[in-house]
């Protein structure tokens, strides 16, 4: 009967061990994951470049600095630009996608009717437009 009772005895032991271990993974997991969110990190819009369109006609996204990720998911050379729907142009905001797959910025933004569009000739032209409302 005594092997039965170290085995139990060990059994328990592991048990225990596990579940402080579990426990403690949890914590320092914890800690990271609000640290990354209070930071305001992340991607607050994605855009995918097709030949030859956006992957949408319309975005929106909250005021502030905007992160923006845009994808290429054609094969022809794409930029992205921002201009306000006034006329006026987001100045220094740009992304170019052509053999790289992505490229990634941000942008303050104020609240207001904006236009995203690709700078390449021709491509604006041929619909490669789209409209973003910042609230």
């Known amino acids: 009967m005594r092997p039965a009772r170290a085995v139990g005895a060990l059994a328990a032991g592991t048990v225990a061990v ?21 930071s305001g990190a992340g991607v607050n819009l994605t855009v995918e470049a097709h030949d030859i369109g956006f992957d949408r006609d319309a975005y929106a996204v909250a005021s502030g600095p905007v992160d923006i990720d845009y994808q290429q998911q054609g094969s022809l050379p794409h930029s992205l630009v921002i201009e306000e729907a006034s006329g006026g142009y987001v100045g220094g905001f740009r992304l ?40």
Do not use: F, K
């Open 96 to 135: 170019d996608v052509g053999d790289a797959e992505s490229d990634r910025g941000t942008v303050d933004l104020p609240p207001g009717e904006y236009i995203l569009y690709c700078d390449v000739p021709g491509h604006r032209d041929a619909g490669m437009e789209a409209d973003l409302q910042v609230g």
């Open 18 to 38: 596990l579940l402080l271990t579990a426990c403690g993974d949890d914590d320092a997991e914890g800690d990271a994951a609000p640290a990354a969110a209070d």
